[in-house]
């Protein structure tokens, strides 16, 4: 799906702009990063995003970003040295967190090796994409 194909969809109301409850509803669900988001990209303040703010602030929106690659394209472009293992310097050329880096880095490594190949990147990035299933799983009981 391409920028313009994603305005056409998420403009509910049919305006040609996206309203903070369109952004909010279709593209950041944060209740508390998404409207800050959709302020800054609101360059004109006139409440709405055209068509140019709507893609500039597509562009930060984490789960889009990380869609316009597969994760073998994200995993090479991170593998500088193509030992077919990332650590945390290289997961942050394809991590969006910023300043949580760390913590996702240590979601992300499962066996705590400090470093993962491209199943545990797989494993994040369709996360991103997709959602991550937040259920707790309940203990083994000892029988």
């Not at 959709?38 to 930060?60: H, Q, T, Y």
Request: hydrophobic share 30%; charged share 35%; net charge neutral.
């Amino acid at each position: 799906m391409t920028e313009t194909e994603l305005f056409e969809n998420v403009d509910a109301y049919e305006s040609s702009t996206i309203s903070c409850v369109e952004f909010s509803e279709f593209v950041y669900h944060s209740p508390k990063h998404g409207p800050n988001s959709f302020r800054m990209a609101d360059r004109d303040r006139d409440g709405v995003l055209n068509s140019d703010e709507f893609v500039e602030a597509l562009s930060k929106v984490s789960w889009w970003k990380l869609s316009r690659k597969t994760r073998d394209e994200w995993f090479i472009q991170a593998d500088r040295n193509s030992d077919r293992k990332l650590d945390m310097k290289k997961f942050a050329i394809i991590c969006i967190s910023g300043n949580y880096i760390e913590n996702v880095f240590k979601r992300t490594d499962r066996d705590r090796s400090g470093q993962f190949g491209l199943r545990e990147t797989a494993a994040y990035i369709r996360g991103v994409t997709h959602g991550v299933d937040r259920k707790k799983s309940k203990p083994e009981r000892d029988e």
